[in-house]
């Protein structure tokens, strides 16, 4: 299976906790992403990396989140703290370094994070 | 600001009959959409994109949806509901030079026997 892949697929921690996922991209693609998708909600832009930069954090990322890419392959997004309201779908996709205006963002399964 | 309304969030079809899941959109510049599906437990599946070309775009598993700029609208259609097509869809817009996805809350579409 050559698709985005996350690990774990659910976690269940308890508040106060830290916990870190983890995301591998399809190996030729350069651009990674972190999206959030809270119940009923659609996903919501968490932030990207080109390569290893990360060139775009969005508000909904507090001083708790935060997310590596060091080698420009797989990508960590670390929660330290968690809060209940933490608890979500983790979704992660990449891109490619297609020519095109549009390259299109392939999505992994999503770590399902629950906060007790 | 972008944004992307769904109107309605659950659908319900029977079996053979239209799908019809609508969206509108709002944006400052001329959006690339997309149309995704989720079933249950699994990540997203793009059904369809507009990037600038035809305005009637079709996409897998018999689906298609139409640019109408004037309405700011790109409903999703399909002309015969089968069983296997009850998930969640989102409607989601990005923008040239702007890599990330606004999606719209999502519809849930349930197919009746």
């Known amino acids: 299976d050559t698709g985005v892949s996350q690990d774990p697929r659910h976690k269940i921690t308890k508040r106060g906790q830290n916990v870190t996922f983890r995301c591998d991209p399809i190996s030729e693609h350069n651009r990674l992403y972190w999206y959030r998708q809270t119940l009923g909600q659609g996903p919501e832009f968490l932030t990207y990396f080109q390569n290893e930069a990360q060139l775009e954090k969005s508000r909904l990322l507090s001083d708790r989140f935060s997310a590596e890419r060091p080698k420009g392959s797989f990508s960590t997004l670390e929660i330290q703290r968690t809060e209940q309201g933490d608890s979500a779908m983790y979704l992660c996709a990449s891109s490619g370094r297609g020519s095109s205006s549009y390259n299109e963002q392939f999505f992994g399964p999503g770590t399902r994070l629950t906060v007790l | 600001a972008q944004s992307v309304t769904q109107l309605g969030s659950h659908v319900s079809v029977s079996e053979g009959a239209l799908v019809l899941l609508r969206c509108n959109y709002s944006s400052s510049v001329p959006p690339y959409l997309f149309w995704y599906v989720q079933y249950p437990n699994q990540g997203l599946q793009l059904l369809l994109k507009y990037t600038s070309a035809a305005t009637l775009v079709k996409g897998i598993n018999g689906f298609e949806a139409e640019f109408k700029k004037s309405e700011t609208s790109f409903h999703l259609t399909k002309p015969s509901a089968h069983m296997s097509d009850a998930a969640e869809y989102f409607c989601?817009?990005?923008?040239?030079?702007?890599?990330?996805?606004?999606f719209g809350k999502g519809t849930r579409l349930h197919i009746l026997p």
């Open positions: 989601a817009l990005s923008s040239r030079g702007d890599d990330k996805i606004i």
